[in-house]
């Protein structure tokens, strides 16, 4: 599984998401991963654009989570081993979704057709999910950014040399997992432990002498007089 993809596999799932319901709406317009220039907005309308504009790293460690993540592999021999890999990075992904055409009422419409995608599909998972990047029983959940503003907006556009627009802001979280092996043990099924009375060693093993815990024979009491 690639170690460094994630961030571009995420962006093509919610890419993914946005070509299906545009498809499904029978629509003109075309969806896009790419920078909300001036230029690539007029060569490509009518379209949906999708910008990764912001990206978070941080170290967490969920609830009843090990720190280190473990891995149960088999080898060549048929052995077991659990394998110890480093911290992965969780990824804060902040994304600006925003339309163009020619016409402003044909723009909201995009606009709102994209904004419906993520809404009728708020978590992508199994074969909706894009790359290599995820396991079996991944999902991405897609949150409706409250942090994005018209600040926010303006600020990501005007670096970008395009002017103002109406756009609405994503954000998705995932992990970036280390392929640093941190350690390796054998896969232990079962476990047997031998107990025995030292007083009476197995046959074949030392005696009680040797180990110097030999009984003492027992002391005989005779049994009282009669008088």
């Given at each position: ?166 756009a609405v802001g994503y954000q998705v979280d995932s992990r970036l997992y280390s392929g640093r092996e941190v350690g390796r043990t054998r896969r232990v099924r079962e476990r047997h432990i031998d107990v025995f009375d030292p007083l009476r060693p197995p046959p074949g093993s030392v005696s009680a002498k040797e180990l110097g815990v030999e009984a003492k024979p027992p002391r005989i009491v005779a049994p009282p007089g009669k008088k």
């Amino acid at each position: 599984m690639p170690k460094h993809q994630v961030i571009r596999d995420v962006g093509h799932s919610l890419l993914g998401v946005l070509r299906a319901e545009l498809s499904g709406a029978r629509s003109k317009g075309k969806a896009y991963l790419a920078a909300p220039t001036a230029e690539f907005l007029r060569k490509n309308q009518p379209c949906l654009l999708l910008f990764l504009y912001d990206l978070r790293p941080s170290i967490r460690v969920a609830h009843e989570e090990k720190w280190e993540l473990e891995e149960e592999i088999v080898d060549e021999r048929g052995e077991a081993h659990i394998v110890k890999y480093g911290r992965p990075l969780d990824l804060r992904l902040r994304y600006l979704l925003t339309a163009a055409a020619d016409d402003l009422g044909d723009e909201h419409e995009l606009l709102g057709l994209g904004m419906k995608a993520f809404l009728d599909r708020p978590k992508i998972s199994g074969e909706h999910l894009a790359g290599d990047s995820f396991g079996k029983g991944d999902a991405l959940t897609v949150y409706h950014d409250t942090d994005f503003t018209l600040a926010t907006c303006t600020a990501v556009l005007g670096g970008l040399g395009a002017g103002p627009r109406l756009a609405v802001g994503y954000q998705v979280d995932s992990r970036l997992y280390s392929g640093r092996e941190v350690g390796r043990t054998r896969r232990v099924r079962e476990r047997h432990i031998d107990v025995f009375d030292p007083l009476r060693p197995p046959p074949g093993s030392v005696s009680a002498k040797e180990l110097g815990v030999e009984a003492k024979p027992p002391r005989i009491v005779a049994p009282p007089g009669k008088k």
